[in-house]
C-alpha cells in the first residue's frame, strides 16, 4: 500500500529506539545501564494507585466526556491558578492522553499547512515532528551552552514573519534542563505580544526545580500574554505515572473546543480510571513529589560530577528536569556514532544528541538509581580515554 507522504517526512523517535534496543539487550542477559528514556525510576505514590483502583471498584470504566472528567478539569483550572496565577476555568481545560498527545491536538487544531513554528533548538525530539505532521513548518533557532541554551529575545524577535503561527516555550527544558528566570520570560512575553503570536508553554517538568531555580508561567507575565499563551502538561514526570497517559492543555475556550472535537474523532476520552488517579495527584500531599526530587537532585551532583571529570566531555550544570546534556564535541565523534559505539561495547544507552537538534551532544537521564549511574559513568569513562 502507498503512504502518505507526510510519514516520510516525519523521523522516528530515537529516544523510544534508543530505549527499545537497551531493553531488547537486558532480555538477552546483557547488564545494560540505561540513561536514555525520560521515566522516573519511583513507583506512582501509592494515594494515587488507591484512588485508581477505588474508581475501578466503583464502576468508572465506562465512556466519559472526551475533553476530561469534569472533576479533574476543574482540579487543573484550580491548580493553574493557584500555583502558576492563571485565570483559567474548567472550560479552558482538555485532558488529553499525556503531555505528548496534548501538543499533537493543539498543532493538529491552529497549524495550517505553511504556517510556522518557532523552535529553539536544543529541542524535545517531537516538537519539529508534530509541526510537520500538521504540515507546517519548523524553524529551529539554535542556542548554544554561553547562552545557557536559552532563546534571546533578539533572537525570537528575528525568526518571527508573516508566517509565524506558535513559538514553543519548554522551561524546564528537556533535554537541557535550562531554567528560564522570570525576568528572561517576561522579556520574551513582550515580544509576543508586540508581534502578536501565540506561545504553548511546554511545562511538563515545572516542579523539577534544583538550587533555588524559579517556575515561572508565561502566561503570568501580563494579561496580553495571557490571551495568548497555551499551556500543556501532564502527570508523567513529576508523579511518576508516565505509564497512565494522562496529560492536559490549558488555553483559550476556542482552541480548547477544537481540540476536544479533535480527540472525540480520534481517542475519545482518557482511561476513565486513570483520570481520577490524576485528581489525587492533584488533591494530595505533595511530599511525594519533593521526595523524588530530592532524589533527583543528588543523582544530578553525582553524574555531573563524574562527566565533568572526563576529559573530553563538558557538560553545564541545569536547573531542572533530570536531564544532563554534555558536550562530546572533543571527541571527534557525532551523537549518533558515539551512542552506538557505547552502547554496543560499554553497554551504556543514552541518546544521540541529533534526535534534539544537537549532533555535538549526548543526553542522559539521571532519573535512574545511584548504582545504574556510578557503573555507567565508569563505564563511560572508559569508552571516552578509549577514543581519546
Known amino acids: 500500500m502507498k503512504l502518505a507522504a507526510r510519514v516520510g517526512q516525519v523521523t522516528p523517535s530515537l529516544t523510544l529506539a534508543v530505549d527499545t534496543k537497551a531493553k531488547g539487550m537486558k532480555a538477552q542477559g546483557i547488564n545494560v545501564c540505561s540513561f536514555s528514556v525520560g521515566e522516573p525510576d519511583f513507583p506512582t505514590p501509592p494515594h494515587i494507585v488507591e484512588a485508581a483502583e477505588k474508581a475501578l471498584e466503583s464502576g468508572k470504566t465506562k465512556y466519559g466526556p472526551a475533553a476530561g472528567e469534569p472533576k479533574l478539569r476543574e482540579a487543573i483550572a484550580q491548580k493553574l491558578q493557584k500555583e502558576n496565577s492563571l485565570c483559567f476555568g474548567a472550560e479552558n481545560v482538555i485532558v488529553t492522553n499525556g503531555g505528548k498527545h496534548s ?7 491552529t497549524i495550517e499547512p505553511g504556517d510556522e513554528v518557532i523552535i529553539p533548538s536544543p529541542y524535545w525530539v517531537s516538537y519539529p515532528e508534530m509541526v510537520k505532521l500538521a504540515e507546517g513548518k519548523p524553524v529551529i533557532v539554535e542556542t548554544t551552552a554561553e547562552t545557557g541554551f536559552k532563546i534571546t529575545p533578539e533572537q525570537l524577535r528575528q525568526a518571527i514573519t508573516p508566517q509565524t503561527r506558535l513559538f514553543v516555550l519548554n522551561s524546564p527544558s528537556n533535554p537541557t534542563g535550562m531554567v528560564y528566570t522570570p525576568d528572561e520570560i517576561r522579556a520574551l512575553a513582550a515580544v509576543i505580544v508586540e508581534k502578536d503570536i501565540y506561545v ?4 511538563i517538568y ?7 531555580a524559579e517556575h515561572f508561567s508565561i502566561g503570568a507575565a501580563s494579561p496580553e500574554i495571557y490571551e495568548r499563551t497555551i ?6 514526570k513529576a508523579f511518576s505515572m508516565t505509564g497512565w497517559r494522562v496529560g492536559y492543555l490549558a488555553g483559550p475556550v476556542d482552541v480548547i ?3 476536544a472535537t479533535i480527540q472525540g474523532h480520534s481517542t475519545s476520552n482518557v482511561c476513565t480510571f486513570a483520570q481520577y488517579g490524576a485528581i489525587a495527584a492533584l488533591e494530595g500531599s505533595l511530599d511525594c513529589v519533593e521526595e523524588m526530587r530530592l532524589a533527583f537532585a543528588q543523582r544530578r551532583q553525582v553524574m555531573l ?39 554496543d561495547d ?27 549511574i556510578k557503573r555507567g559513568m565508569e563505564q563511560l569513562d572508559k569508552f571516552v580515554r578509549s577514543r581519546t
Open 206 to 212: 515545572e516542579k523539577l526545580l534544583y538550587d533555588g
Open 346 to 372: 560499554y553497554q551504556v544507552a543514552v541518546v544521540p544528541g541529533v534526535a534534539f537538534g544537537a549532533d555535538d551532544y549526548v543526553r542522559l537521564s539521571y532519573a535512574t538509581d545511584m548504582d545504574t
Open 103 to 109: 501538543l499533537f491536538n493543539l498543532f493538529m487544531a
Open 257 to 259: 473546543r477544537a481540540c
Open 231 to 236: 499551556v500543556s502538561s501532564g502527570f508523567a
Open 200 to 203: 504553548v508553554s511546554d511545562e
Open 305 to 343: 560530577d563524574y562527566l565533568n571529570a572526563i576529559p573530553g566531555l563538558t557538560c553545564t550544570k541545569p536547573d531542572g528536569a533530570f536531564y544532563l546534556l554534555p558536550s562530546i564535541k572533543k571527541t571527534g565523534l557525532k551523537s549518533l556514532e558515539f551512542s552506538t559505539a557505547l552502547l
